[in-house]
């Protein structure tokens, strides 16, 4: 279990909570239906795709799919962008995919090149409804001075993924047998790029002369968060992720995998305990780290966000009386003997057991909190940031959301990480 900050007084209830149940993105009315899956289908227990309903109308979609603000480019034999080679792309394409004759998308075969160019834009058209959602507003692109829309590549042979300027596109992963599996039904993978692609939109792009490997961690950081808290927004995840941890969200579990290849395998972990004296310093000049340290370095703050996620959860738990404050404590400490840990579990499974849609509520709740704080702090930053900043952008986005409601578990989760603010 990953250790986490000791949490010292609760305090009332979030302020805003009834704003917070008006975020619900129901398009039934109007919009389009996709077919996507919530995790891997590698995973057993995510082989049937969930029908999502995008906000955008079927008569905004083109063959492709394709609309004003996203296409797919569903090349053929395609080299991954690199500078200064960049879209549009104006190669041999496979067939596109076509609505159906009632305008929607759910009727594409899974298998097909067609179902998954429709998985990868059903997915970022969801993700960016989601936090289109988040901020109130509609997001524009950062490279809207050179493209008015997003080219998106279903499949490269090619064992990564990554969003640039103007375009995010996917190779694969290896399954357990060692074979090739498209990153474009992934969708950690999906999100997490299309993360990048928000957060260059919203904060800005970097300055090549003065970019940092601090701004750089931060976004690997982010996008993960773009994930997990999008993540959130299906309710199969929801139901399962609670009936297997029972609520005990700093077990082991889904979420907090990040990029799930497999039951056993994930690109990276959430929920860790690393701390800053663990990873690379922020201050080390970029040209000095490989990718893999940027990763390293991003994931204190990753795991600061992940704990102030289910410390929100908790917290929640506790004021409408749904676990006591003894398992709150309890379950937030670093727990090193096996036999605590099945204590806490078997508390958490007791008390699920008696309320499970009070528990679904709550981590509703932490997850709109979650999503909403981050709009926030992110539209106070520019790409000069550093970690100090970032938390300050925290503090003043929970003050302005919550009347500061969390700024005790804010600073907590910041100080167990030894990032500095």
């Not at 078997?346 to 709009?375: H, I, W």
Request: charged share 25%.
């Amino acid at each position: 279990m990953t250790s986490s900050p000791q949490h010292k007084e609760h305090h009332g209830p979030l302020c805003g909570c009834n704003e917070l149940s008006r975020l619900k993105l129901d398009f039934r009315a109007y919009g389009t239906r996709f077919r996507l899956f919530p995790q891997s289908p590698l995973l057993s227990d995510y082989q049937n795709p969930e029908t999502v309903w995008l906000s955008i109308r079927p008569d905004e979609i083109n063959p492709g799919p394709s609309d004003k603000r996203m296409y797919v480019a569903d090349a053929v034999n395609k080299s991954h962008y690199e500078d200064p080679f960049l879209p549009p792309y104006r190669g041999q394409l496979h067939a596109p995919a076509l609505a159906g004759s009632d305008g929607h998308f759910d009727h594409l075969e899974v298998g097909t090149h067609q179902f998954e160019a429709a998985h990868m834009y059903g997915t970022l058209r969801w993700v960016l409804d989601i936090w289109e959602t988040y901020f109130e507003r509609t997001i524009e692109w950062s490279f809207k001075d050179h493209y008015d829309r997003l080219e998106l590549v279903p499949w490269l042979d090619w064992d990564n993924a990554h969003a640039g300027y103007g375009f995010i596109e996917m190779g694969f992963g290896l399954d357990d047998n060692g074979q090739k599996f498209p990153f474009n039904l992934n969708f950690d993978v999906l999100a997490h790029e299309f993360g990048h692609t928000l957060l260059y939109s919203v904060i800005g792009m970097p300055d090549d002369d003065n970019a940092t490997a601090e701004f750089f961690a931060f976004h690997e950081t982010c996008s993960d968060l773009v994930a997990i808290v999008s993540l959130l927004h299906f309710n199969t995840v929801l139901d399962h992720l609670l009936i297997e941890s029972s609520g005990n969200l700093y077990a082991r579990n889904e979420l907090n995998r990040i990029g799930e290849e497999s039951s056993t395998r994930q690109i990276r972990m959430a929920s860790n305990d690393l701390k800053m004296r663990n990873v690379p310093d922020p201050g080390t000049p970029l040209e000095q780290l490989s990718n893999k340290q940027i990763h390293d370095m991003s994931l204190p703050l990753t795991g600061a966000l992940f704990d102030l996620l289910v410390e929100v959860f908790q917290h929640n738990l506790v004021d409408d009386g749904l676990i006591d404050a003894q398992l709150d404590e309890l379950s937030r400490g670093l727990v090193e003997h096996t036999g605590d840990e099945l204590q806490v579990q078997a508390l958490f499974d007791e008390y699920y057991a008696q309320n499970p849609d009070g528990f679904k509520k709550a981590l509703v709740d932490a997850r709109d909190y979650t999503g909403l704080l981050l709009s926030l702090s992110w539209e106070q930053l520019s790409w000069d940031l550093n970690f100090p900043q970032v938390v300050h952008s925290l503090f003043a986005a929970d003050l302005k959301l919550s009347s500061g409601h969390y700024q005790q578990e804010i600073a907590e989760v910041f100080d167990w990480r030894e990032i500095d603010y």
